[in-house]
Structures are given as structure tokens and as C-alpha cells.
């Protein structure tokens, strides 16, 4: 007996050294970047959502047109609202604070606005004096915010994430709360979980005429038959405006890995992704259904629809980690096969819109170009005007009934009549000013 308990602890000593050893081995000293998330709780953020003096553009998102008043979105951090009632006199009327916002769609008065994974319904007819009207929680529950990593919804509304260079020797037993990892790079979440994130009178005369406003060509939220469609990375969710201070959700549409963008024409919905220009029939506007897609390299695209042809711009230099920079234009007469008609090259290409036979292209640094396009197979020996000021041309408005453009650039918000399609003329810019 006693020679048996002799063996055991022996044995006991040895798998304890083993077991150390093998500790030992499984450690590595490395410098790395931590992430640790930021935190604000449901009511602070629910509380700071109010009208407020205007301030200068910062670093703008999403642009939108609707009753003499353009609004910008401030990225993260809420909309500018601009009186443009003349053009050659932009007045910035005020700013509406909505955390976590970055994209906007308007309906008579009312505007929506998500708000990190929320979406929010405002009243906006005196920009100056904003009114909550509804708050439906966690309807975007695909919101990312870094690496498909999001923080744990009992600390509250993730709302950044703090950067810190360490060096550290880091055990095996570490690597259980590593939800990120390459060499030299980690991301902590200090043990939270994964899972999506819980939240909790203008000079115009106001925002207030029927009907829906008008988006950029990057919009991810659109109106149509008296809904709001919504995109995130995966998913078009519908809302129901048939009351629109009250929108119901009524449905979620799983679409595919990293859409964009997403265009209105007649009943059918145009989105773009990474992959491809994806179409759905919405006839029942409660219940969109697959079409049809045109499928691409893996780039960015924005489309715009104007009589049974697309338009659709390609470009590298982007999270989409494509390589190609090309206008395409496609043939959409038959909705349940979309077909090439052909393809244009293009410097660094962005957003893009339509009046008429004028196509505008927001082509990057290289400028906003002009096109005739009723010559559908010679685009490129149609252009009638470049505009080049030493900046990034990212997107744009046109609005037909007053011939004049709404131009986001990388400098600012700029404003062109384009009475003259061959020569258009910079009636004013709000610049960014960087603070």
C-alpha cells in the first residue's frame, strides 16, 4: 500500500512539472495594439438627442435634399441642417444631435435617423426646435464596430473604442479573452460577450411638404409606397409609414455579406454590395423578393436607375479591396436578367447621379465629370465638363426642378446651377473645418 501511494505522488509530481512546463512554453512576449470599448448608458444617450446652435462641418457622411434644406450627416455624432433656399446664400440653421447616426431618409415632417442600433423618428418641421416622436429599439442589430466585434449590452450603448500600445508576455490561458488576433495586433473586450449591442423656425419655412425627400447616391436608407427600406451589412429591414410618426417594422431580409447602398426604382429596389448589384421586386412593399443580380469584381458600388438602365461605379482604394475604377451600365428592360451593355474606365469613382440624359460622376480626386449620356455606347466621347479644385469629389444630388447639384467633397458641401450642363457654376460651398 505504501509503495502504491509512493508511485502516485510521484506520478502526481511529474504531470504537475509536465503541466508547468507546457505553461512556460505557451507564453509570448508581443507588442500589440489593445481596443477596449467605450461605453454610454441607455438614458444619456436617449437624453442627448435635441436641436442645437449649428456648428461647422467636421467630418460629414450622407447628404440629403428635402424642401430647400440639405442635410448632412456628421458622422457618429448627428445632422446639420442647411437653409438653401438660396443657393448663393447657404444658411446653416442648427444641428440635431443623434449619437451614433449615419444615415437619414425624410417623409413629410418627419425624419429618420438611426441612432447606433436604433432607429428614431424626429420631427423636423422647425429645425430649430426638434421633437422625438418614436424610438424602436434594436432594429439593427448587424451594426458593426470594429471587426464584426461588439461589446457586452449590459455595459450600456458601445459607442467607440479606445486605442493603447502594449507590450506584455501573454499566457495561453489569455488567449480565451482574445476575440481578434494577428501578429502584433489583439482585440480585448475586457470579457464581454459577443451579441449585437442594445439602446436603449428656419428661414425655408420649415420641413414639413408631403411626400419623401431625396437621398445621395451612398444612401442606405430610402422611401418607396410609403415605406422606409434600410440597409446594414446584411440586411434590408422594411418599416411601414402608412402613420409616419409611429413606423412599424414589418419585415428583415437577409441579403448578403457587406451591402452598401440602396436605390428606389419604380416598384423595385437596386442595392449594392461588394459582390454585385442585387434587385428585389417591390410590388408588395411589406415583402420584397430576390430578382435578380449582376454580379462583379468585389468593389464598392453605388447604382442609380433612370429609364431600364443602371449605372453603377466601381473603384479600388476602399475596404471593398476591388482593384477595378469603371463606370458600368447595364440593361435592365428584363428585371430578371440584368446584362452589361458596357463597361467605361474611371479614375477613382464615388457617387454618382442623373437629370435628363446628364449623367454626373463624382470621379475622385480626378473631379465631378459631365456626361451626355444618350449615346449609351459612347458615354466617354460625351463629356461636357469637368470640375477640378484640387479635391476628393465623393457625391451628389441633382435637383431637376431647380437645375442646380448638391456636390459632397472631401473640402466640404458645395452648390452648382447646371443650367449649362457644359459649364457649370460654384454658386457657394460650406466648407469642413476641422477642429
Known amino acids: 500500500m505504501m509503495k502504491t501511494l509512493k508511485i502516485f505522488s510521484a506520478l502526481l509530481l511529474i504531470g504537475f512539472l509536465l503541466s508547468s512546463c507546457v505553461q512556460n512554453q505557451c507564453t509570448s512576449v508581443r507588442t500589440y495594439v489593445k481596443y477596449t470599448p467605450i461605453y454610454k448608458g441607455y438614458e444619456e444617450v436617449k437624453n442627448s438627442v435635441a436641436s ?18 440639405i442635410l448632412v450627416n456628421e458622422i457618429n455624432e448627428g445632422i446639420h441642417v442647411i437653409d438653401v433656399s438660396n443657393p448663393s446664400a447657404p444658411v446653416n440653421v442648427s444641428f440635431i444631435n443623434i449619437p451614433g447616426n449615419l444615415d437619414l431618409s425624410i417623409m413629410g415632417h418627419v425624419l429618420y435617423a438611426d441612432c447606433f442600433v436604433d432607429l428614431i423618428s424626429i420631427d423636423i418641421s422647425d429645425p430649430q426646435h426638434i421633437q422625438v ?12 464596430w470594429f471587426n464584426g466585434i461588439r461589446g457586452n449590452p449590459d455595459s450600456g450603448i458601445l459607442i467607440g473604442w479606445k486605442e493603447e500600445l502594449v507590450t506584455d508576455t501573454i499566457p495561453c490561458d489569455d488567449f480565451n479573452d482574445i476575440l481578434y488576433w494577428q501578429e502584433g495586433r489583439v482585440v480585448y473586450l475586457d470579457n464581454a460577450s459577443m451579441g449585437g ?28 409606397n410609403s415605406h422606409l427600406y434600410a440597409i446594414d451589412q446584411l440586411d434590408l429591414h422594411v418599416f411601414d409609414l402608412s402613420n409616419n410618426e409611429d413606423p412599424r417594422l414589418k419585415n428583415d431580409i437577409s441579403i448578403a455579406f457587406n451591402i452598401e447602398t440602396i436605390f428606389p426604382y419604380k416598384d423595385y429596389l437596386f442595392i449594392g454590395g461588394r459582390s454585385g448589384v442585387y434587385i428585389y421586386d417591390a410590388s408588395d412593399p ?31 482604394g476602399t475596404p471593398c479591396q476591388g482593384s477595378s475604377n469603371q463606370l458600368d451600365v447595364l440593361d435592365v428592360s428584363d428585371i430578371s436578367n440584368p446584362t452589361l451593355i458596357k463597361s467605361y474606365p474611371m479614375s ?19 473631379g465631378l465629370k459631365v456626361f451626355d449620356k444618350s449615346d449609351l455606347q459612347n ?3 460625351h463629356l461636357l465638363s469637368t470640375v477640378k479644385n484640387g479635391e476628393k469629389y465623393l457625391d451628389i444630388i441633382p435637383i431637376g426642378s431647380s437645375r442646380f447639384a448638391i456636390v459632397m467633397t472631401d473640402a466640404g458641401v458645395c452648390l452648382y446651377d447646371y443650367q449649362n450642363p457644359s459649364q457649370l457654376i460654384n454658386l457657394s460651398c460650406l466648407p469642413i473645418i476641422l477642429n
Open 197 to 224: 449591442v442594445k439602446s436603449g423656425s428656419a428661414a425655408g419655412g420649415g420641413i414639413s411638404s408631403p411626400g419623401a425627400g431625396t437621398g445621395g447616391s451612398l444612401a442606405r436608407f430610402t422611401i418607396s
Open 348 to 366: 477613382n469613382p464615388h457617387g454618382l447621379g442623373l437629370d435628363g440624359n446628364t449623367l454626373f460622376i463624382c470621379d475622385g480626386d480626378a
Open 286 to 316: 411589406e415583402l420584397p423578393v430576390y430578382l435578380s443580380e449582376f454580379t462583379h469584381a468585389n468593389n464598392c458600388d453605388p447604382v442609380v436607375v433612370q429609364d431600364d438602365v443602371a449605372y453603377v461605379t466601381l473603384r479600388d
Open 52 to 69: 442645437e446652435e449649428p456648428r461647422t462641418i467636421n467630418n460629414p457622411g450622407k447628404i440629403y435634399f428635402k424642401d430647400d434644406y
Open 133 to 144: 416622436l418614436d424610438w424602436d429599439e434594436d432594429v439593427f442589430p448587424n451594426r458593426v
Open 379 to 381: 458615354i466617354d466621347q
